[in-house]
């Protein structure tokens, strides 16, 4: 009772509801980049900030790497594009555009392979820079044609099977609507406690990710019935010393505001930043058969 009091207190001093994070914990410092997409990053980085910030446990700075003559996202906090990343914990991209400097690439791969840095991909952030070497061994896999490198899928059997490049098909979205997301490693400190299976609201079911998918590990999936395959929708990527959590995850508003997809991603992005997850799940998390939503 009096620990519920002190926790209580410890809230309202705070300023912010009870949303999960320890009210004693250090905010992590999160940079959001966007600016280009060829989805609507205006309407999502604002959900991705407040799915950050509604956890208690990050500060979320917006640095938009506009086209020029293009104006701001509807966001309160924004710094200037390139950030300087010494200032932060994780790097969040919602970035699918044209390259980044040369000296913020650098940067960028010394921070995470140094294990100074974490590195969060959503959805089409892993359409970006399909000729930057080092970001492709960052993400893993994403969205390139067959030619571009192996495949990763689970059999029915939940077995890893890699399909050499230039077999299957290239990237694409063979199946949308709403679907149950399979969780395949049940000990990861990011998908602990969840249900075994949760339905996850309408969104795209990434398919034929491909890559070089190096130090890989395959969290969750989705069975496509445009493959018919498992799909990869939750995995890590070691890189150096650094953490990679990656979803394709996350095609708009409506996807993100699945309570299951807040909760992977304000999860995945405290295990990028610090190896370890503090936050909760929320206790109305989606189950087997029923989309929870955030609102
Ligand atoms: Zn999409």
Redesign the pocket.
């Known amino acids: 009772m009096r620990a519920l009091t002190l926790f209580a207190l410890a809230v309202l001093v705070a300023g912010r509801p009870a949303a999960g994070a320890r009210p004693d914990a250090p905010k992590l410092k999160v940079v959001l980049v966007d600016g280009q997409n060829n ?1 609507n990053w205006r309407a999502t980085t604002p959900v991705l900030k407040k799915i950050l910030e509604d956890s208690g446990r990050f500060t979320v700075d917006v640095s938009s790497n506009l086209k020029a003559g293009d104006k701001p996202g509807a966001v309160e906090k924004t710094v200037p594009f390139p950030p300087d990343l010494s200032k932060y914990d994780v790097l969040l991209s919602n970035y699918n555009g044209a390259a980044w400097p040369k000296e913020f690439e650098a940067g960028l791969e010394e921070r995470l392979r140094d294990g100074k840095l974490g590195l969060v991909i959503v ?2 952030a892993n359409n970006a820079f399909g000729s930057w070497k080092e970001y492709n061994l960052m993400i893993g896999m994403g969205w390139r044609d067959a030619k571009f490198g192996e495949r990763l899928k689970l059999d029915d059997a939940g077995k890893e099977v890699r399909v050499p490049k230039g077999e299957d098909l290239g990237s694409g979205h063979r199946t949308t609507g709403k679907w149950p997301v399979v969780v395949r490693d049940a000990e990861h400190p990011v998908t602990k406690g969840m249900p075994r299976e949760w339905m996850h609201n309408n969104d ?1 079911l990434y398919d034929n990710m491909r890559g070089p998918i190096q130090n890989v590990k395959v969290l969750a999936t989705a069975f496509s019935k445009g493959t018919m395959a498992h799909e990869p929708m939750i995995w890590t990527v070691d890189y150096g010393k650094g953490r990679v959590f990656h979803t394709p995850m996350g ?1 708009d508003v409506n996807a993100m505001q699945c309570l299951g997809f807040a909760a992977t991603v304000a999860r995945g992005t405290e295990w990028a930043a610090t190896g370890k997850v503090t936050l909760p799940l929320p206790r109305d998390f989606p189950t087997a058969t029923e989309v929870r939503l955030t609102k």
Do not use: G
């Open positions: 989805h959805h089409a795209e095609h």
